[in-house]
Protein backbone atom coordinates (compact mmCIF):
# COMPACT_ATOMS: atom_id res chain seq x y z
CA UNK A 1 0.00 0.00 0.00
CA UNK A 2 1.31 3.83 -1.07
CA UNK A 3 1.48 5.99 1.93
CA UNK A 4 2.61 9.39 1.89
CA UNK A 5 5.98 10.51 4.26
CA UNK A 6 8.08 13.45 5.55
CA UNK A 7 11.23 12.84 5.01
CA UNK A 8 13.63 15.17 6.85
CA UNK A 9 17.51 15.46 6.24
CA UNK A 10 19.33 16.42 9.17
CA UNK A 11 23.45 17.35 8.53
CA UNK A 12 25.92 15.84 11.08
CA UNK A 13 28.53 18.53 9.94
CA UNK A 14 29.30 20.18 6.56
CA UNK A 15 27.70 19.32 3.15
CA UNK A 16 28.70 19.70 -0.49
CA UNK A 17 25.61 18.96 -3.18
CA UNK A 18 28.03 19.02 -6.41
CA UNK A 19 27.54 19.93 -10.24
CA UNK A 20 29.36 19.67 -13.22
CA UNK A 21 32.45 20.72 -12.28
CA UNK A 22 35.12 19.22 -10.14
CA UNK A 23 38.59 19.46 -9.61
CA UNK A 24 41.50 17.99 -12.37
CA UNK A 25 41.15 14.68 -12.42
CA UNK A 26 44.27 11.99 -13.59
CA UNK A 27 44.20 8.61 -14.27
CA UNK A 28 47.33 5.95 -13.52
CA UNK A 29 46.80 4.95 -17.28
CA UNK A 30 49.95 6.97 -18.88
CA UNK A 31 47.73 6.44 -22.20
CA UNK A 32 44.55 8.27 -21.01
CA UNK A 33 46.78 11.41 -21.10
CA UNK A 34 44.59 12.90 -23.73
CA UNK A 35 40.91 11.68 -22.22
CA UNK A 36 42.04 13.30 -19.39
CA UNK A 37 42.67 16.98 -20.37
CA UNK A 38 39.69 16.68 -22.69
CA UNK A 39 37.79 15.93 -19.61
CA UNK A 40 39.71 18.76 -17.20
CA UNK A 41 38.78 21.51 -19.79
CA UNK A 42 35.08 20.66 -19.76
CA UNK A 43 34.86 19.89 -15.87
CA UNK A 44 37.45 21.35 -13.89
CA UNK A 45 38.01 24.46 -11.81
CA UNK A 46 39.92 26.25 -9.40
CA UNK A 47 36.90 27.49 -7.46
CA UNK A 48 34.21 24.26 -6.56
CA UNK A 49 31.27 25.96 -4.66
CA UNK A 50 28.48 23.50 -3.51
CA UNK A 51 24.72 24.05 -4.53
CA UNK A 52 22.68 25.14 -1.65
CA UNK A 53 19.84 22.04 -2.15
CA UNK A 54 20.59 18.47 -3.27
CA UNK A 55 18.95 17.75 -6.62
CA UNK A 56 15.94 15.44 -6.56
CA UNK A 57 18.10 12.79 -8.29
CA UNK A 58 20.50 12.78 -5.76
CA UNK A 59 17.41 12.25 -2.86
CA UNK A 60 15.86 9.72 -5.03
CA UNK A 61 19.42 7.71 -5.18
CA UNK A 62 19.60 7.95 -1.51
CA UNK A 63 16.33 6.58 -0.94
CA UNK A 64 16.65 3.65 -3.56
CA UNK A 65 19.82 2.85 -2.08
CA UNK A 66 18.25 3.13 1.36
CA UNK A 67 15.89 0.17 0.85
CA UNK A 68 18.50 -1.75 -1.31
CA UNK A 69 21.25 -1.68 1.53
CA UNK A 70 19.08 -2.48 4.83
CA UNK A 71 17.79 -6.07 2.90
CA UNK A 72 20.52 -8.77 3.78
CA UNK A 73 19.46 -10.70 1.66
CA UNK A 74 19.81 -8.46 -1.76
CA UNK A 75 23.07 -6.08 -0.70
CA UNK A 76 26.27 -7.39 0.93
CA UNK A 77 27.02 -4.62 3.37
CA UNK A 78 30.64 -6.05 3.60
CA UNK A 79 31.34 -6.06 -0.47
CA UNK A 80 28.67 -3.47 -0.70
CA UNK A 81 27.70 -4.71 -4.06
CA UNK A 82 24.45 -6.88 -4.53
CA UNK A 83 23.75 -9.86 -4.49
CA UNK A 84 20.41 -10.64 -5.76
CA UNK A 85 19.81 -8.38 -8.85
CA UNK A 86 16.55 -9.90 -9.63
CA UNK A 87 15.31 -9.06 -6.02
CA UNK A 88 16.64 -5.67 -6.23
CA UNK A 89 14.92 -4.69 -9.01
CA UNK A 90 12.05 -5.49 -7.60
CA UNK A 91 12.73 -3.18 -4.72
CA UNK A 92 13.80 -0.22 -6.48
CA UNK A 93 13.53 -0.44 -10.13
CA UNK A 94 16.27 -1.38 -12.38
CA UNK A 95 17.35 2.35 -13.71
CA UNK A 96 17.55 5.40 -11.88
CA UNK A 97 16.41 8.70 -13.52
CA UNK A 98 16.58 8.53 -17.41
CA UNK A 99 15.30 11.90 -18.27
CA UNK A 100 12.95 10.20 -21.13
CA UNK A 101 10.06 12.45 -20.71
CA UNK A 102 8.14 9.58 -19.03
CA UNK A 103 7.55 8.38 -15.62
CA UNK A 104 10.26 6.05 -14.40
CA UNK A 105 9.45 2.42 -12.63
CA UNK A 106 11.59 2.41 -9.68
CA UNK A 107 9.17 0.34 -7.59
CA UNK A 108 8.47 0.98 -3.39
CA UNK A 109 9.54 4.24 -4.46
CA UNK A 110 6.37 6.08 -6.14
CA UNK A 111 6.95 9.41 -6.70
CA UNK A 112 9.08 12.68 -4.99
CA UNK A 113 8.07 15.99 -3.96
CA UNK A 114 10.16 19.06 -3.91
CA UNK A 115 13.00 19.71 -1.32
CA UNK A 116 12.57 22.77 1.38
CA UNK A 117 13.95 24.18 4.12
CA UNK A 118 12.59 23.27 7.83
CA UNK A 119 13.26 25.35 11.26
CA UNK A 120 12.92 23.35 14.33
CA UNK A 121 10.37 21.09 12.61
CA UNK A 122 8.16 24.14 10.90
CA UNK A 123 8.39 24.62 6.82
CA UNK A 124 10.19 28.04 5.97
CA UNK A 125 8.46 29.70 3.04
CA UNK A 126 11.27 30.53 0.26
CA UNK A 127 10.25 33.64 -1.47
CA UNK A 128 9.73 34.29 -5.02
CA UNK A 129 11.78 36.43 -7.07
CA UNK A 130 9.33 39.45 -7.54
CA UNK A 131 8.22 39.50 -3.74
CA UNK A 132 9.60 43.06 -2.73
CA UNK A 133 8.51 44.44 -6.40
CA UNK A 134 5.52 45.82 -7.97
CA UNK A 135 5.26 44.44 -11.77
CA UNK A 136 2.77 46.66 -13.97
CA UNK A 137 2.20 46.40 -17.28
CA UNK A 138 1.60 49.75 -18.54
CA UNK A 139 1.81 51.59 -22.43
CA UNK A 140 5.32 50.82 -22.79
CA UNK A 141 5.61 48.67 -25.96
CA UNK A 142 8.18 46.91 -27.66
CA UNK A 143 8.77 44.07 -30.18
CA UNK A 144 9.49 40.58 -29.52
CA UNK A 145 12.86 39.40 -31.30
CA UNK A 146 11.75 36.07 -31.82
CA UNK A 147 8.40 36.80 -33.75
CA UNK A 148 8.11 40.62 -34.16
CA UNK A 149 4.92 40.56 -32.06
CA UNK A 150 4.34 43.65 -30.05
CA UNK A 151 4.75 43.22 -26.78
CA UNK A 152 3.97 45.48 -23.41
CA UNK A 153 7.01 46.26 -21.55
CA UNK A 154 6.44 46.09 -17.61
CA UNK A 155 7.75 48.55 -15.19
CA UNK A 156 9.71 47.26 -11.60
CA UNK A 157 8.59 49.51 -8.87
CA UNK A 158 11.13 48.91 -6.32
CA UNK A 159 14.04 47.27 -7.67
CA UNK A 160 17.60 48.29 -8.44
CA UNK A 161 19.75 47.26 -10.44
CA UNK A 162 23.22 47.79 -8.01
CA UNK A 163 21.00 45.59 -5.14
CA UNK A 164 20.16 42.91 -7.84
CA UNK A 165 17.29 40.49 -6.31
CA UNK A 166 18.02 39.06 -3.06
CA UNK A 167 17.28 34.86 -2.12
CA UNK A 168 15.00 35.72 1.04
CA UNK A 169 13.24 33.17 3.21
CA UNK A 170 10.07 34.12 5.43
CA UNK A 171 10.00 32.68 8.89
CA UNK A 172 7.78 33.45 11.91
CA UNK A 173 6.90 36.72 9.16
CA UNK A 174 10.36 38.12 9.15
CA UNK A 175 12.64 38.35 6.30
CA UNK A 176 15.96 35.95 6.48
CA UNK A 177 18.55 36.30 4.08
CA UNK A 178 20.18 33.14 2.33
CA UNK A 179 23.18 34.02 4.10
CA UNK A 180 21.78 34.04 7.82
CA UNK A 181 20.86 30.03 6.82
CA UNK A 182 23.72 28.77 4.94
CA UNK A 183 27.05 29.74 6.33
CA UNK A 184 30.45 28.91 3.97
CA UNK A 185 33.36 26.50 4.80
CA UNK A 186 36.39 26.85 3.14
CA UNK A 187 38.42 24.53 2.30
CA UNK A 188 42.04 24.51 0.28
CA UNK A 189 44.05 21.68 -1.09
CA UNK A 190 46.53 20.81 -3.34
CA UNK A 191 46.44 18.01 -5.77
CA UNK A 192 49.53 15.82 -6.23
CA UNK A 193 50.79 13.06 -8.69
CA UNK A 194 48.78 9.76 -8.28
CA UNK A 195 51.86 7.47 -8.78
CA UNK A 196 54.74 9.91 -7.74
CA UNK A 197 52.83 12.11 -5.00
CA UNK A 198 54.63 15.23 -6.65
CA UNK A 199 52.63 18.64 -6.99
CA UNK A 200 51.22 19.48 -10.18
CA UNK A 201 51.59 22.78 -11.87
CA UNK A 202 48.43 24.81 -11.00
CA UNK A 203 47.63 22.15 -8.50
CA UNK A 204 46.08 24.77 -5.64
CA UNK A 205 42.14 24.77 -5.10
CA UNK A 206 39.41 25.70 -3.09
CA UNK A 207 36.61 23.72 -2.46
CA UNK A 208 33.42 25.85 -0.57
CA UNK A 209 30.96 23.58 1.37
CA UNK A 210 28.05 24.74 3.59
CA UNK A 211 27.03 24.25 7.03
CA UNK A 212 23.63 25.31 8.70
CA UNK A 213 23.97 28.33 11.00
CA UNK A 214 22.50 26.51 13.83
CA UNK A 215 23.66 28.61 16.37
CA UNK A 216 22.26 31.92 15.67
CA UNK A 217 18.90 33.11 14.30
CA UNK A 218 17.75 36.86 13.78
CA UNK A 219 14.85 37.58 14.38
CA UNK A 220 12.27 40.80 15.62
CA UNK A 221 12.69 41.44 19.04
CA UNK A 222 9.14 43.28 20.28
CA UNK A 223 9.27 46.80 22.02
CA UNK A 224 7.97 47.77 25.51
CA UNK A 225 6.90 51.08 27.13
CA UNK A 226 8.50 52.34 30.32
CA UNK A 227 5.47 50.06 31.95
CA UNK A 228 6.95 47.33 30.36
CA UNK A 229 3.93 46.98 28.68
CA UNK A 230 4.38 45.21 24.91
CA UNK A 231 4.16 48.42 22.19
CA UNK A 232 1.38 47.59 19.18
CA UNK A 233 3.56 48.19 16.76
CA UNK A 234 6.10 45.37 17.77
CA UNK A 235 8.98 46.95 16.47
CA UNK A 236 12.41 46.53 18.15
CA UNK A 237 16.03 45.85 17.70
CA UNK A 238 17.04 41.67 16.25
CA UNK A 239 18.52 39.45 18.92
CA UNK A 240 19.66 36.10 18.62
CA UNK A 241 18.73 32.74 19.95
CA UNK A 242 19.58 28.81 18.29
CA UNK A 243 17.66 26.93 16.23
CA UNK A 244 17.69 23.56 14.16
CA UNK A 245 17.65 23.46 10.04
CA UNK A 246 16.72 20.65 8.04
CA UNK A 247 15.73 19.55 4.65
CA UNK A 248 12.37 18.09 4.06
CA UNK A 249 10.57 16.63 1.50
CA UNK A 250 7.62 14.32 1.15
CA UNK A 251 7.86 10.74 -0.44
CA UNK A 252 5.04 8.22 -1.65
CA UNK A 253 6.41 4.61 -1.04
CA UNK A 254 5.48 1.29 -0.51
CA UNK A 255 7.36 0.58 3.02
CA UNK A 256 5.78 -1.56 5.82
CA UNK A 257 5.61 -0.05 9.73
CA UNK A 258 9.09 -2.42 10.20
CA UNK A 259 10.60 -0.83 7.08
CA UNK A 260 10.08 2.87 7.97
CA UNK A 261 10.94 1.80 12.15
CA UNK A 262 14.35 0.57 10.64
CA UNK A 263 15.12 3.53 8.17
CA UNK A 264 14.40 6.37 10.65
CA UNK A 265 17.86 7.54 12.70
CA UNK A 266 19.40 6.22 10.18
CA UNK A 267 22.74 7.60 8.54
CA UNK A 268 22.73 8.45 5.04
CA UNK A 269 25.04 9.89 2.27
CA UNK A 270 23.92 12.50 -0.17
CA UNK A 271 25.36 14.60 -2.60
CA UNK A 272 29.78 14.70 -2.67
CA UNK A 273 32.62 14.66 -0.01
CA UNK A 274 30.46 11.67 1.92
CA UNK A 275 28.51 14.23 2.96
CA UNK A 276 26.27 12.38 6.25
CA UNK A 277 22.49 13.14 7.17
CA UNK A 278 19.97 11.70 10.11
CA UNK A 279 17.20 10.53 8.36
CA UNK A 280 13.91 11.21 9.53
CA UNK A 281 10.83 9.12 8.05
CA UNK A 282 6.99 9.79 9.58
CA UNK A 283 3.71 9.22 7.93
CA UNK A 284 2.31 12.54 6.90
CA UNK A 285 -0.51 13.61 4.47
CA UNK A 286 0.31 16.44 2.66
CA UNK A 287 -0.89 19.94 3.56
CA UNK A 288 -3.89 20.78 1.87
CA UNK A 289 -2.55 23.56 -1.37
CA UNK A 290 -5.90 25.42 -2.13
CA UNK A 291 -6.32 25.71 -5.73
CA UNK A 292 -6.12 28.91 -7.18
CA UNK A 293 -6.15 30.99 -10.35
CA UNK A 294 -4.12 33.58 -12.09
CA UNK A 295 -2.19 34.99 -13.93
CA UNK A 296 1.53 34.76 -12.01
CA UNK A 297 2.80 31.14 -11.98
CA UNK A 298 5.77 30.63 -9.58
CA UNK A 299 7.97 27.35 -9.36
CA UNK A 300 8.22 25.82 -6.07
CA UNK A 301 11.21 23.70 -7.02
CA UNK A 302 13.19 23.81 -9.98
CA UNK A 303 11.74 23.37 -13.07
CA UNK A 304 12.84 21.89 -17.04
CA UNK A 305 11.76 23.98 -19.76
CA UNK A 306 12.23 23.84 -23.25
CA UNK A 307 11.91 27.23 -25.77
CA UNK A 308 8.43 25.64 -26.86
CA UNK A 309 7.34 25.90 -23.45
CA UNK A 310 7.93 29.51 -22.79
CA UNK A 311 6.23 30.93 -26.06
CA UNK A 312 3.24 32.27 -23.97
CA UNK A 313 5.30 34.35 -21.12
CA UNK A 314 4.83 37.68 -20.94
CA UNK A 315 7.15 38.35 -18.41
CA UNK A 316 9.38 36.39 -16.15
CA UNK A 317 12.13 37.05 -13.19
CA UNK A 318 14.44 34.01 -13.36
CA UNK A 319 17.49 32.58 -12.16
CA UNK A 320 19.23 29.21 -13.17
CA UNK A 321 21.05 26.13 -11.96
CA UNK A 322 23.11 23.64 -13.92
CA UNK A 323 21.71 19.87 -13.92
CA UNK A 324 23.34 16.74 -14.71
CA UNK A 325 22.24 13.19 -13.36
CA UNK A 326 23.99 9.82 -13.39
CA UNK A 327 22.81 7.24 -15.48
CA UNK A 328 23.31 3.94 -13.63
CA UNK A 329 21.32 0.61 -13.90
CA UNK A 330 21.38 -1.90 -10.61
CA UNK A 331 23.91 -4.29 -11.02
CA UNK A 332 27.24 -5.31 -9.06
CA UNK A 333 29.33 -2.14 -9.48
CA UNK A 334 31.02 -0.53 -6.41
CA UNK A 335 31.96 3.07 -7.49
CA UNK A 336 31.14 5.34 -10.49
CA UNK A 337 33.14 7.03 -13.00
CA UNK A 338 32.59 10.51 -15.03
CA UNK A 339 34.86 8.87 -17.47
CA UNK A 340 33.05 5.40 -17.69
CA UNK A 341 30.96 5.39 -20.66
CA UNK A 342 29.15 2.11 -19.26
CA UNK A 343 27.54 4.49 -16.39
CA UNK A 344 27.33 7.90 -18.06
CA UNK A 345 25.85 11.05 -17.36
CA UNK A 346 22.83 12.77 -18.67
CA UNK A 347 23.24 15.89 -20.82
CA UNK A 348 23.88 18.77 -19.24
CA UNK A 349 20.85 21.43 -18.80
CA UNK A 350 19.81 24.13 -17.24
CA UNK A 351 16.95 24.15 -14.72
CA UNK A 352 14.77 27.51 -13.97
CA UNK A 353 15.09 27.92 -10.10
CA UNK A 354 12.80 27.76 -7.74
CA UNK A 355 11.09 31.30 -6.60
CA UNK A 356 11.24 32.15 -10.52
CA UNK A 357 8.15 33.80 -11.69
CA UNK A 358 5.89 33.70 -14.60
CA UNK A 359 3.94 36.37 -15.98
CA UNK A 360 0.90 35.38 -18.73
CA UNK A 361 -2.24 37.88 -20.33
CA UNK A 362 -4.39 35.87 -19.07
CA UNK A 363 -5.66 32.71 -16.53
CA UNK A 364 -5.95 30.65 -19.56
CA UNK A 365 -2.21 31.12 -21.08
CA UNK A 366 -1.18 30.66 -17.37
CA UNK A 367 -3.17 27.03 -17.32
CA UNK A 368 -1.80 26.08 -20.31
CA UNK A 369 1.88 26.79 -18.76
CA UNK A 370 1.06 24.70 -15.98
CA UNK A 371 0.14 21.55 -17.68
CA UNK A 372 3.40 21.89 -19.70
CA UNK A 373 5.18 21.73 -16.47
CA UNK A 374 3.33 18.26 -15.35
CA UNK A 375 3.88 17.01 -19.10
CA UNK A 376 7.33 16.38 -18.27
CA UNK A 377 6.81 13.64 -16.49
CA UNK A 378 9.81 12.20 -15.92
CA UNK A 379 11.03 15.79 -14.09
CA UNK A 380 7.30 15.49 -12.45
CA UNK A 381 7.73 12.76 -10.89
CA UNK A 382 10.58 13.10 -8.96
CA UNK A 383 10.03 16.68 -7.63
CA UNK A 384 10.74 18.74 -10.29
CA UNK A 385 8.26 20.76 -11.85
CA UNK A 386 6.45 22.08 -9.41
CA UNK A 387 4.28 25.54 -8.90
CA UNK A 388 1.65 27.37 -7.10
CA UNK A 389 -0.50 29.30 -8.75
CA UNK A 390 -1.25 33.18 -8.03
Same mark, same amino acid.
Given at each position: ???T?L?????T /?KFF?????T?EV????????K?D?????????Y???S? #???????LL?????L???????????????II?????E?????K????SN?? %??? #???K &??H @??????? +???????E???K???????????S????N?L?IP???????K? +??A???????V???E??I????????I? $?DI?T???D?NA???Q???R?????Y $?? &?????? #?D?? $?????S /????F???Q???A?Y??M??TD???K?Y?GQL???GGD?????? %????K?I?PM??T? %??K???E?P?Y?TK?D???? $?????????? &??? &??E?????SY??R??M????????LY?K?S??YFR??N????FT??L?? @??D??????N @???V?
Open positions: MTNYITLTP /GFGGDMFRSKDKNKEEKEFNSKFSSIIRN #KFPQQTSGMLRFILRNNKEVFDAGTQSNRTSANMIGKSFENKE %GDF #KKI &KL @HCFLQKD +GKPIRYLRDYYTVEFGDIKGRLKSSETTIEGYDPD +GISLYLIEGEIPSDFVEDISNGN $REGKTDLFKICYFNTKL $RY &KKPSYD #KRK $RTKDG /GNYETSCYSFFAEDLEEVKNVSVNSQFVI %GIEQKPEEK %GTVVLSALELENV $RFAITDTIPF &KCM &KTTKDVKDKNQYGYSESLSDGVFDEEAKKDKKD @HAFYQIGY @HYQK
